[in-house]
């Protein structure tokens, strides 16, 4: 059985985007798991980037949405992760967003967080370990199916 892990937006706008291959064919095999976990947040952050930065038009937007909501498990955060994140930021040094991310990682029971934004190979709460899946030896075939 493999693990739970958790996927930050820039992993979903990777997977999304064209801009570079390499990273949407890695992307998009860590988002066809069932072990890949998203929250409120990443759908949220998805949106603002498609909407003003990629100019998507709305239709398109609603599409990927109701694709990652109907293949991933989906984190709503609550009072918990909030209160979570504040102390994974006072303790780690992350801004609150980054902590919120990492909040709901824990918070799945995910031992990985996929981001290219954090720090890479850092370990929280002898729990969770940041990967950057761009910057290691990684293969598709690496990533777990289930």
Do not use: G, R
């Not at 009072?79 to 991310?101: G, P, R």
Request: proline share 2%.
């Amino acid at each position: 059985m493999s693990d739970n892990y958790f996927i930050d937006t820039n992993i979903v706008i990777y997977a999304h985007s064209d801009i570079d291959l390499t990273k949407q064919n890695i992307a998009q095999k860590l988002l066809s798991s069932d072990n890949a976990y998203l929250s409120t947040q990443v759908l949220q952050e998805t949106i603002n980037v498609f909407s003003k930065k990629n100019k998507h038009n709305w239709n398109e937007i609603e599409k990927i949405i109701v694709e990652l909501i109907s293949n991933n498990p989906i984190l709503k955060n609550n009072e918990q992760t909030i209160l979570k994140a504040a102390k994974v930021a006072a303790n780690y040094k992350f801004s609150f967003y980054d902590s919120l991310i990492i909040s709901s990682a824990l918070e799945c029971n995910c031992s990985i967080l996929y981001s290219e934004d954090m720090n890479a190979n850092q370990v929280i709460d002898d729990k969770l370990t940041i990967i950057n899946p761009f910057t290691i030896n990684i293969t598709l075939a690496d990533i777990p199916i289930t």
